[in-house]
């Protein structure tokens, strides 16, 4: 691929049909700058998309924003429209997503690329399923949302006014930019960063930056407003550059505690762009391209034995090595995600905004102790216990069985011990106690795996 135009959904062109590249909320996503053929890599991954057994086109979803819109159609809820704000609050009210949770993007890269700029920057809110987008005067809502099989699915609601709102779903347009390696070759999410200029254009010669928990922080939020401190660590946030080779300014915007310079909050539900929930999104954007990957990996590898046995005439439930391998390699990369392996070391200590880190930490599942997965460091690392919280989310336990148990398994070797690899050096013998404590209490499927493993050695 050539350039990348990052995007909140990406587009070829400023005149296309809206539902033409619906992409991952809160980020600055892939574009392919070229058409795509029959012999590319990025097609061929998503053909494999449109068989059986993931069928990803067609397939039912269960997604909360496929569960909302048939609420909607049943009369069960009805949305409630604003002038300023269109359906955006009552959405966020329906699918339990804070408004807390809101960033701002000022990059003139997505969807409705003309109603943004420095000036009019894009919201963007998320829970731990849903992601949604919004433009002031914006002709759709753009949503995306993780269910329990298909992974990330792509909706747009129209603003306009409507005795019945209707989301309507991206029938795959999306997969030429968001299924590719950056989002593990699944249907997925992908945060960036750009070198914005003072319109909000990326100057492409100065290239894009791949934003992750792994990224430096010198790299992070080109094109984003952030709010918080972080002390003497700097990014690229609230900050635009003049040319493609004067030293990008990360002074300026660094420790911002408010945003009246830049932009007119009053304008927006929160005046934060809180730098915790982007550090937040970067975990999770790809904590859930690794359970859609291992799901989808998973779910082909048995299909494609299955076929084989009948054409072999082997045992229906016989399970290839071939098999086996791609299964537990799958289940080898969600591990490194849930354990937030190579996750950037802090150097000083970051604080929120808003009231973002307390509503994010209430939610989580406590141990007797009153210990959570969601429990927040931000000194040294994002999270207290870095295990991910997405361990209790509907796209975790959605996973096929034959993965979840190989994860659950690899996870408690590695928090008891047993699993000394290099990879997990991070994690202390205290930490990995802790992590171990909190799963025992609070996901009753690992307590489960661990006895029986235990049992096993006895």
């Not at 914006?138 to 129209?158: I, R």
């Not at 046995?309 to 086996?324: C, G, I, K, M, V």
């Not at 040294?380 to 509907?394: A, E, G, Q």
Request: net charge negative; aromatic share 8%.
């Amino acid at each position: 691929m050539s350039r990348h135009r990052p995007a909140l959904w990406n587009n070829h062109g400023t005149t296309m049909n809206r539902n033409h590249c619906l992409t991952s909320i809160f980020a600055y996503l892939t574009l392919i700058s070229v058409a795509l053929t029959p012999g590319s890599k990025t097609f061929s991954q998503n053909l494999s998309f449109e068989r059986p057994p993931i069928d990803y086109h067609n397939a039912e979803v269960f997604d909360p924003v496929s569960k909302l819109a048939s609420k909607i159609k049943s009369g069960d809820i009805k949305l409630q429209h604003e002038d300023n704000f269109g359906y955006l609050r009552s959405v966020l009210e329906a699918l339990d997503v804070p408004v807390s949770s809101q960033t701002l993007v000022f990059s003139k890269t997505s969807l409705q690329l003309h109603r943004i700029s420095p000036r009019n920057p894009r919201s963007l809110y998320f829970n731990d399923d849903v992601y949604i987008g919004f433009c002031q005067n914006g002709d759709v809502l753009e949503l995306a949302a993780t269910g329990p099989k298909q992974g990330a699915t792509f909706y747009t609601l129209s603003q306009q006014k409507a005795e019945q709102p209707e989301f309507i779903r991206d029938r795959g347009n999306c997969l030429t930019c968001h299924a590719t390696g950056r989002t593990q070759n699944v249907p997925g999410y992908l945060m960036r960063s750009v070198f914005p200029d003072m319109g909000g254009r990326p100057r492409y010669g100065r290239g894009t930056l791949l934003t992750d928990s792994t990224s430096d922080f010198e790299e992070r939020w080109g094109g984003w407003y952030v709010t918080g401190e972080h002390g003497d660590m700097r990014h690229m946030g609230n900050s635009t550059c003049d040319d493609d080779t004067s030293p990008f300014d990360r002074e300026t915007g660094a420790n911002c505690s408010a945003l009246d310079r830049f932009i007119k909050t009053d304008k927006f539900l929160s005046p934060h762009s809180d730098i915790v929930a982007l550090m937040v999104l970067q975990h999770q954007s790809q904590m859930h391209n690794a359970i859609a990957s291992a799901n989808y990996e998973t779910r082909q590898a048995v299909h494609q034995t299955e076929q084989m046995n009948e054409l072999l005439e082997r045992e229906p439930d016989h399970l290839s090595e071939t098999a086996q391998r791609r299964i537990n390699s799958a289940a080898e990369r969600v591990l490194k995600h849930l354990l937030m392996c190579d996750e950037f070391t802090l150097t000083d200590k970051i604080t929120g905004s808003s009231q973002f880190t307390a509503d994010f930490q209430k939610l989580g599942e406590q141990d007797h102790r009153g210990r959570s997965l969601r429990d927040f460091d931000l000194q040294t690392r994002v999270f207290r216990y870095p295990c991910s919280y997405l361990i209790h989310s509907d796209a975790f336990d959605g996973l096929p069985d034959l993965v979840r148990k190989i994860i659950l398994e690899k996870l408690a070797d590695v928090l008891t011990g047993k699993d000394t690899r290099e990879e997990y050096r991070h994690l202390s013998p205290g930490t990995r106690k802790d992590i171990l404590e909190i799963l025992r209490e609070t996901k009753p499927e690992f307590q489960k795996t661990e006895k029986s493993i235990r049992q096993s050695i006895d």
